[in-house]
């Protein structure tokens, strides 16, 4: 217990010292204690930035706190300090219907949130069971996740940006409201870093439309095991249900006792099925997920006939803690997460492990996504009971780690499992997170002593290989690192690339090429994700999937273009917004640092919230941070129908604003062009697909709605709006300048009319509607000319809080002057974390 006397320059009104009003914050929702020396109140972040300048200056630790819903002890004071309560910095800044995203303050409720947005017919899909209560800061801190995330993702998937109170006081703004800033991403590694590397004090955040139809379902199963078999079987078919929930009978039985909402009692397990969409679909939707169910042992299909039926089942599921609180003083909630195929033989051996130690459970949880959630009754009183609770979790732990599983997928690291982090990770993948802790937080100030344990083990290094070549081509990520380690004790710059040609390099620089990292390492459709060697060629991966009915959500205009080439420069298609770009769909790489250490960041699963989410960081990095040999990918299925809708247009401008009039009905659309073709002519393209049903429906919808806005002549196309756009990037020749501009979506007309005339007339522009991207080609002229133009793109883009930045030009052009600066506190941020993995530079 902390005994700090506190002497702050802060009012009553802010700052609460009563020993007796400090009680209450001694804990989070979980087991863990720890005494605060006070509580600040903060309403700006700029009286956040003058909080932390005053404990940094008494070296006191903070600690940020949201609804203290948190079950890790994540938000408890362990060492003692400031608990930094935001639940009065609760504004909805904005809600962008044109945008489709908005900025909230951290003491927003989750399901004020979402209620709003749907007052808009938008929607903010993570929904963690405490969403009536938890806030948008504890959320982002904890990577929250929920029922609904199997589809549709984590709270990292709908974060783009964040404005942060850094550990010396300083305001840090990452991302924005703009998509694929040329930095790396700080906001992805913020996310899920539960207070330890900043103080959030706003989010950027994306929204997506409202499905205009659900339909429920429950089904009853004869043991957990067929249960979870059922699961896997729908996902291998290729199936997205909006959710996939699991309960067993013993769950069942205290839940029915409890609230009365007709629970199937007596199966062994039952699992809720939600599918969304257009009505148009549900029908076939539930019919083809039921003959699946039955086919693996379902019975007593239930389908809710109406919203009030819908409501039942879900107020079921989610009076699971209350009807536990009946039976025993308290439940201990074990968080863990498995691949999906793992589900079944886990369950079992679970069972097993609390028999062992005489131990009453029940199991509730996200089956889609292989969330387990053992609750294990206990009463904290009982000292000898609690062991025995601490040992079996012990072992369940160890049992989801051998699955290659996570420690946690959603409660987070905080105190809970801090012990377990050295058994899910290498000595170098934890130091590599403690590198980063230490990028942002030298004097660990912010959220000491969570996550990672004090005492790390020491990381294995590979020994160097000295290289005489011009040119090495590694085959693992193994001799990469010693490749990088011998370079790196010589001083010898090295270039990575995916091609085999040898480039003239300034003075001796090594070429390291990943030509010889090829094919196909994991194919586990059941699962839902792929391993793949970076050099591979993204066409042979996309004709591989393709075979098996799957396909990842990217699109090469160049044959010769690699997964990880793709990866490392972040370069995403229009068909993002439908399924999300690369740092929506890689779930772990396997990297070569400079310094001999190989990390595995992530696992292949889709919640994981064990540590800092390095994986963020790799994309977008250019090969400045390490070598990329493996990436394991999400896989989605291949749509089963694509239409795409096409229109001429007068102007791009008229093009913008006719596209952005339809953006609430975007639900199945996977591309918005504006194009530009050879003869000068504009026209809009909309691509639609997915289900038979739904694709038809929104494509009448789009019909109807441009119609409303006095267009004519719709049309369809063979094209797809990303194949226009691999089109139009494919057309760059080398003498070219190929610049991408970044702007909020809702901004996009806005920018175009502030573009000088100068800058638009020479250029030939594509621009990706949804994610307010314009990509432009401005023919070869001298390097000032291309200079000009590029600044003239730029100043707007920065007015507007965007971006502009070069995907090729001429050579001699790029060995010009600088072409500007960047945010300078979010680059001194990156630049510490790659003096730690790449100490002398190496990396060009």
């Not at 396997?590 to 919640?607: F, H, W």
């Not at 010009?816 to 600066?821: H, I, M, T």
């Not at 945010?823 to 100490?839: F, G, S, T």
């Amino acid at each position: 217990m902390s005994e700090r006397t506190i002497d702050a320059p802060f009012s009553r009104h802010q700052l609460i010292t009563d020993p007796a009003e400090l009680v209450v914050y001694e804990i989070d929702a979980g087991f863990d204690r720890g005494r605060p020396d006070a509580v600040f109140y903060p309403e700006s972040a700029a009286e956040v930035s003058s909080l932390v300048r005053w404990a940094r200056a008494r070296n006191l630790p903070l600690v940020a706190r949201g609804a203290g819903t948190g079950l890790s002890g994540g938000a408890v004071a362990e060492r003692g300090g400031v608990i930094v309560e935001f639940a009065r910095m609760r504004r909805i800044l904005e809600l962008n219907p044109c945008g489709r995203n908005g900025v909230v303050q951290p003491g927003v409720v989750n399901l004020a949130l979402d209620a709003a947005a749907r007052e808009l017919g938008l929607y903010y899909p993570p929904d963690p069971s405490s969403g009536r209560s938890s806030l948008i800061g504890g959320n982002i801190g904890e990577n929250a996740g929920g029922p609904h995330c199997f589809k549709y993702g984590v709270t990292s998937n709908y974060i783009t940006g964040l404005e942060a109170v850094l550990a010396d006081g300083r305001i840090l703004r990452t991302g924005g409201q703009a998509f694929d800033y040329p930095e790396l991403d700080l906001t992805g590694l913020i996310v899920g870093s539960e207070g330890t590397l900043a103080l959030v004090t706003e989010a950027s955040i994306r929204l997506i439309r409202n499905p205009p139809a659900v339909k429920t379902m429950m089904v009853s199963f004869r043991s957990d095991e067929a249960a979870g078999a059922a699961v896997s079987a729908i996902i291998a078919a290729g199936l997205t249900p909006a959710t996939l929930e699991m309960m067993d009978q013993k769950v069942m039985g205290m839940i029915e006792a409890y609230v009365q909402v007709g629970l199937p009692v007596e199966a062994q397990a039952a699992l809720i099925v939600e599918v969304d969409g257009y009505p148009q679909s549900l029908d076939s939707q539930v019919e083809e997920i039921a003959q699946i169910l039955v086919a693996h042992g379902g019975y007593d299909l239930r389908i809710a006939r109406n919203e009030e039926e819908r409501q039942r089942i879900w107020y079921g599921r989610k009076s699971a803690a209350g009807a536990f609180s009946r039976l025993a003083p308290a439940f201990y909630l074990v968080d863990v997460t498995v691949p999906r195929s793992r589900l079944a033989e886990t369950l079992h051996e679970i069972g097993e492990v609390l028999a062992r130690y005489n131990l009453e459970t029940g199991h509730v949880f996200h089956a889609g996504d292989g969330n387990l959630h053992p609750c294990i009754l206990c009463d904290p009183r009982n000292a000898e009971q609690m062991e025995r609770v601490f040992a079996a979790t012990h072992e369940i732990v160890a049992i989801c780690i051998a699955k290659d599983g996570s420690i946690t997928g959603e409660h987070g690291v905080g105190i809970e499992k801090r012990q377990h982090m050295p058994a899910m990770y290498t000595a170098a993948e934890l130091a590599a997170m403690r590198d980063v802790k230490l990028a942002f937080d030298p004097d660990n100030l912010l959220n000491p002593g969570k996550i990672l344990p004090d005492d790390l083990p020491e990381p294995t290094r590979r020994a160097g290989i000295s290289v005489r070549e011009a040119s090495a081509a590694p085959s693992t990520a193994e001799e990469a690192a010693a490749i990088l380690a011998g370079c790196t004790a010589e001083g010898r710059r090295v270039h990575i690339a995916s091609t085999e040609r040898v480039e003239k390099w300034p003075g001796a620089a090594l070429l390291l090429s990943t030509h010889r990292l090829r094919g196909v390492q994991t194919f586990a459709p059941e699962d839902l994700y792929a391993t793949v060697a970076a050099g591979t060629p993204l066409h042979e991966l996309a004709g591989f999937l393709a075979a098996h009915g799957f396909q990842v959500p990217f699109a090469a205009p160049w044959p010769d273009a690699t997964v990880g080439g793709l990866l490392a420069t972040n370069l995403n298609a229009p068909l993002r917004m439908r399924y999300g770009g690369w740092r929506d769909n890689v779930l772990s790489v396997k990297v070569a640092l400079p310094d001999g250490r190989i990390l595995r960041t992530g696992r292949p699963v889709v919640k994981n919230v064990a540590g800092y989410d390095l994986t963020k960081l790799f994309i977008g990095s250019h090969g400045m941070l390490g070598l990329i040999a493996e990436i394991t990918l999400k896989l989605t299925p291949l749509p089963r129908r694509r239409r795409t809708l096409s229109l001429s247009v007068e102007t791009p401008l008229q093009g913008i604003e006719l596209a952005q009039a339809t953006a609430l009905r975007w639900l199945m659309t996977a591309g918005v062009v504006v194009e530009q073709d050879d003869t000068g002519r504009w026209r809009v393209l909309f691509t639609v697909e997915g289900l038979p049903e739904d694709v038809d429906a929104e494509c009448e919808e789009l019909a109807t709605a441009l119609h409303e806005e006095g267009a004519g002549g719709i049309q369809e196309e063979e094209s797809t709006a990303t194949q226009r756009w691999c089109a139009h990037l494919a057309a760059a020749n080398d003498g070219e300048l190929l610049a991408r501009i970044g702007v909020p979506p809702q901004h996009l007309a806005l920018y175009w009319r502030m573009l000088p005339e100068e800058a638009r007339h020479p250029g030939t522009w594509l621009i990706d509607v949804a994610s307010g991207l314009l990509f432009v080609r401005w023919p070869r002229i001298d390097a000032a000319t291309l200079h000009a133009y590029l600044q003239m793109a730029q100043q707007p883009a920065l007015a507007l809080r965007g971006y502009a930045t070069v995907l090729s030009a001429p050579a001699e052009w790029m060995t010009g002057p600088e072409r500007w600066d960047w945010r300078v506190d979010a680059h001194e941020i990156a630049h510490a974390i790659r003096l730690r993995w790449d100490p002398a530079e190496i990396l060009a």
